[in-house]
């Protein structure tokens, strides 16, 4: 603790800085502390789509930042004390309970004075346990993959817009408008999806880990995860089984990988059946900062459409 990089006023009063941020219009000449950068609120996201949803909502009136480090797989990233002052002094954290547990005890340690948290208003729905073999899963865990379906996104940016206005109700109009062009690409990126998959040779879908459970639900896919809903569980050899039993049953072509998690599972089992491989990005990070949430959506549907055969 002694050797914080952050400046010894966020380290001794962060409910201070916070407040006396929280006071500051945004384009005013800001306090002279490091946290307001340009008067522009500052906002702290868990991982990148709800990073994502900031930014778009949010514009040029906020900065933004993440608290899993670009290329790392977030379910199970640690915080340094630096990083859990940072959700003290950062005037809105937007973060989703349940999905990463360093990041739920920093928000209940550090109050910040604003939050928004995507479980209140994703919708999130149970996971589907299928798997038997495993004695440790938990039953009616809620899946936390809900960004994989565009349509559960909107609730997210509104209850942001919403957060954004308390704290910056001169921006509020611009807030609300944001919020509603983000809800329109996404409807319309939840469109393209509809449509390219209507018409497909084959439905199942396998995974290394079960990040798609929502997109399956919402355009009629079957997801077979060689892993459960953490991406760090290793299968059993019985469950190994079970999937290779699906994908010769079903004719599936294809086994997908991620790019932030280890491939090395699925490519042998890929290897061993005789079938492809090809990248299902669960967008939990991006690769690299060319990419976006809808360009990696619209990658993972010609993915999907190419190894299900859609026409
Ligand atoms: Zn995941």
């Known amino acids: 603790m002694s050797r914080?990089?952050?400046?010894?006023?966020?380290?001794?009063?962060?409910?201070?800085?916070?407040?006396?941020l929280a006071g500051c219009a945004p384009g005013s000449a800001g306090t002279g502390s490091p946290a307001a950068s340009g008067g522009t609120v500052e906002v702290l996201a868990s991982f990148y789509p709800l990073q994502m949803v900031a930014q778009e909502v949010g514009g040029d009136r906020v900065t933004t930042g993440s608290l899993t480090p670009p290329g790392a797989e977030p379910h199970d990233v640690e915080l340094s004390p630096a990083q859990v002052a940072s959700v003290s002094a950062s005037q809105l954290v937007v973060y989703l309970s349940g999905f990463q547990p360093a990041v739920d005890d920093a928000v209940e340690q550090a109050g910040p004075r604003h939050v928004v948290d995507a479980a209140d208003v994703a919708d999130l729905v149970a996971t589907e346990d299928e798997h038997t073999e495993d004695e440790h899963a938990d039953h009616g865990d809620l899946d936390p993959h809900f960004w994989l379906d565009p349509t559960r996104v909107p609730p997210v940016a509104d209850a942001v817009a919403d957060a954004l206005?308390?704290?910056?109700?001169?921006?509020?109009?611009?807030?609300?408008?944001?919020?509603?062009?983000?809800?329109?690409?996404?409807?319309?990126l939840d469109e393209e999806l509809t449509s390219g998959l209507a018409t497909c040779e084959r439905r199942v879908v396998v995974t290394s880990h079960e990040a798609f459970g929502y997109l399956a639900a919402r355009y009629d896919l079957e997801q077979v995860g060689i892993s459960g809903v953490d991406p760090e569980t290793e299968p059993s050899p019985a469950r190994l089984r079970e999937v290779g039993d699906v994908v010769r049953s079903e004719g599936v072509t294809t086994v997908f990988f991620e790019t932030l998690a280890s491939p090395k599972v699925a490519r042998t089992l890929a290897a061993d059946l005789g079938v492809e491989t090809a990248v299902l990005d669960p967008l939990e990070g991006l690769r690299d900062d060319t990419d976006d949430y809808f360009s990696v959506s619209r990658d993972n549907l010609e993915a999907l459409r190419v190894a299900l055969s859609c026409s």
């Open 4 to 20: 914080s990089p952050l400046p010894p006023a966020l380290v001794v009063a962060p409910a201070l800085a916070v407040l006396a």
């Open 165 to 188: 206005s308390e704290i910056d109700p001169e921006g509020a109009d611009t807030y609300r408008a944001n919020a509603e062009a983000l809800a329109a690409r996404l409807t319309a």
